[in-house]
């Protein structure tokens, strides 16, 4: 295990420098660069811009610059943005923000999509209509789009019925401390939670579904059922452990939607993640912030993928790791 462990690391430290290669070099030869709006005020001396360019380095040769800022970034110095904060800091404090959204939504779309696709597939063999119910609610979730379904919760518990806040991390103007803060964090939460919820539960919940019907007529549920076990225990026994197998890759692929946040959810609620953040430094060409966002997914990425090795062998022992290990 520890060698098939020490193997994927290697592997994905060179994935990983490649990766910065291909961002960094990607990122550099855009046209244009970060103080090119200056050179649209006629009040601004555009030689100074080329001084500001000097400091920063990016007249240098492609390689030199990708050179110095690898240098950097072992060293733990990921720049500064346009405005002068460190961009580790406004990263952090971006995605500690975005963390407040996704953890809880990731939590509860896996816990219902689970739940919901077991007892789907457990319907479809009986009473079809609640399975057929499920299937429509998956259909018109997906139909809608995020943005129009955050608007419609916005207009309804936020200016119809005043219940919920519709925007930011906290009220304004208002300094609340302790235990108020944290419940009035708490209430600006709930709308877009239940939105990022609802949109990431019905795609798990079809691959869910999918696999469990596949698992109801296998042999071993039959076999289960022969030595007295009720089909309720056979399928919460033995079926879901094999149906998780299917779906570890699913959950692994959205386990880097914790880190990237939801844009347009953090747009409509301006709520101020990782998301608005990469969007706003985009539109800047905030290099630094923009490689520094970039690298962490690359990163996270890398880690869900050695997450899912290991999750197929915790589901099923069968599975061996590094092809080597005795039965």
Request: proline share 4%; hydrophobic share 50%; glycine share 8%.
């Amino acid at each position: 295990m520890l060698r098939y462990l020490r193997k994927r690391l290697l592997i994905y430290l060179v994935i990983l420098f490649g990766v910065s290669i291909a961002v960094f070099v990607l990122m550099m030869s855009m046209p244009g660069d970060p103080y090119s709006w200056m050179l649209m005020d006629p009040n601004v001396d555009p030689a100074y811009v080329q001084r500001k360019l000097d400091e920063l380095g990016l007249n240098d040769p492609i390689h030199i610059q990708y050179i110095k800022w690898l240098g950097r970034i072992l060293h733990g110095d990921f720049g500064y943005a346009l405005e002068g904060q460190a961009t580790l800091d406004l990263v952090s404090q971006a995605l500690k923000n975005t963390l407040l959204l996704t953890i809880p939504a990731f939590l509860l779309s896996t816990l219902f999509a689970v739940l919901l696709g077991i007892w789907s597939a457990m319907s479809a063999s009986g009473n079809k209509i609640l399975d057929r119910l499920v299937t429509l609610g998956t259909f018109l979730e997906v139909s809608i789009p995020t943005f129009f379904l955050a608007l419609i919760l916005i207009k309804w518990f936020g200016y119809d019925l005043k219940l919920l806040p519709v925007s930011g991390l906290k009220t304004l103007r208002v300094h609340y401390t302790g235990l108020r803060y944290v419940l009035d964090v708490a209430k600006h939460m709930i709308l877009p939670v239940f939105v990022l919820t609802l949109t990431q539960t019905s795609g798990m919940l079809r691959y869910m579904r999918s696999a469990m019907i596949d698992i109801l007529n296998q042999d071993y549920i039959r076999t289960a059922q022969a030595k007295g076990m009720t089909w309720r225990r056979a399928i919460w026994t033995h079926g879901l452990r094999n149906a998780l197998i299917s779906v570890i890759t699913v959950f692994c692929m959205r386990l880097p939607g914790i880190i990237s946040g939801a844009l347009f959810t953090e747009t409509v609620f301006v709520w101020p993640g990782i998301g608005t953040l990469n969007y706003n430094s985009i539109l800047n060409r905030d290099y630094a912030v923009i490689i520094t966002i970039t690298m962490i997914l690359a990163m996270v990425i890398l880690a869900t993928n050695l997450l899912a090795d290991i999750l197929y062998a915790v589901a099923d022992p069968r599975i061996r790791l590094g092809g080597g290990a005795k039965e």
